[in-house]
Structures are given as structure tokens and as C-alpha cells.
């Protein structure tokens, strides 16, 4: 029995990591391992708390088994988050971080917005939310 609770704690935990996404929290480690491994950035600008379209994006395409898949042979992730409700408020120094990445990639403030960077840092294109399936969402990335 207790083989069992073993094996069964195991395998939940690597089914979880195959499905768990990898949204990096340090820009300038996600910026080296895009050009250690040769991957493109998708930087994407989001109001979690209060953003219907990203809150959308967040379920339908992100969350995705077809994204997560893609995503992890291809891009490396990093999410800039702009809440505005107390409870979610971001630690200074990544709100600060953000605030920069925002006026760099998004000075004109939409969410959300996706903007796909090649290995060193060159704006590739830019999405926004689209109500299609993931897999088309992926067709729309790979065309920039």
C-alpha cells in the first residue's frame, strides 16, 4: 500500500511538471537562456486582476496543453504583470522592472499585449488576445 501512495505522489508530481508553465521572473536570466539555447522571448504585458482579455489568455491559450507543449521547444516565458487590486500588489523591485519593460516594449500601455523577441532581443512582432484556438494562436506567433 504504501508503494502505491509512492508511486501515485510520484507520477502526479511529473504529470504536473509536464503541464506546468514556465514563466520565467528574472528578465535578465530569461534574456541569457534565450541565447544560450537559441529560443525566442514571448514578453507579455498583463493586468491579472483586471484585464478580462488577459484573465482570457491567460485560460484559453496559455494554459493550453497545445501552448505549453509548443512553448517549451520554442520560446522562453516572461510574464510583466500589472495588477491593481492591494492583495496581488507585486514586491517594489519587479513592479519597478515591469514599469521598465513596459515603457521599452509597451509605452503605449495595452493589455494585454504579446510581444514576441527573437534569441537577442529584437522585436519580432506583437499580438494581442484573439478568441481562436490555441492552435491557431500558435499559427499567429509563428507568422511573426
Not at 500500500?1 to 528578465?27: G, H, K, P
Not at 534574456?31 to 504585458?45: G, M, S, T
Not at 491593481?84 to 515603457?103: D, F, H, M, V, W
Request: hydrophobic residues 40%; proline residues 5%; aromatic residues 12%.
Amino acid at each position: 500500500m504504501r508503494n502505491i501512495v509512492v508511486f501515485l505522489i510520484v507520477y502526479c508530481s511529473c504529470t504536473a511538471s509536464l503541464f506546468a508553465q514556465e514563466w520565467r521572473s528574472d528578465w535578465n536570466a530569461a534574456q541569457v537562456e534565450a541565447k544560450q539555447v537559441n529560443k525566442k522571448i514571448i514578453l507579455v504585458f498583463s493586468g491579472s486582476d483586471w484585464c478580462i482579455p488577459c484573465i482570457k489568455l491567460e485560460k484559453e491559450i496559455w494554459k493550453s496543453p497545445a501552448f505549453i507543449q509548443y512553448a517549451q521547444k520554442h520560446y522562453v516565458l516572461f510574464r510583466a504583470d500589472f495588477p491593481k487590486r492591494k492583495k496581488n500588489k507585486l514586491p517594489e523591485t519587479i513592479q519597478q522592472l515591469n514599469e521598465g519593460l513596459a515603457s521599452e516594449y509597451n509605452p503605449k500601455g495595452y493589455f494585454p499585449l504579446v510581444v514576441v523577441l527573437d534569441s537577442v532581443g529584437e522585436i519580432k512582432g506583437q499580438l494581442g488576445y484573439e478568441k481562436i484556438t490555441p492552435e491557431a494562436y500558435i499559427a499567429l506567433i509563428e507568422q511573426l
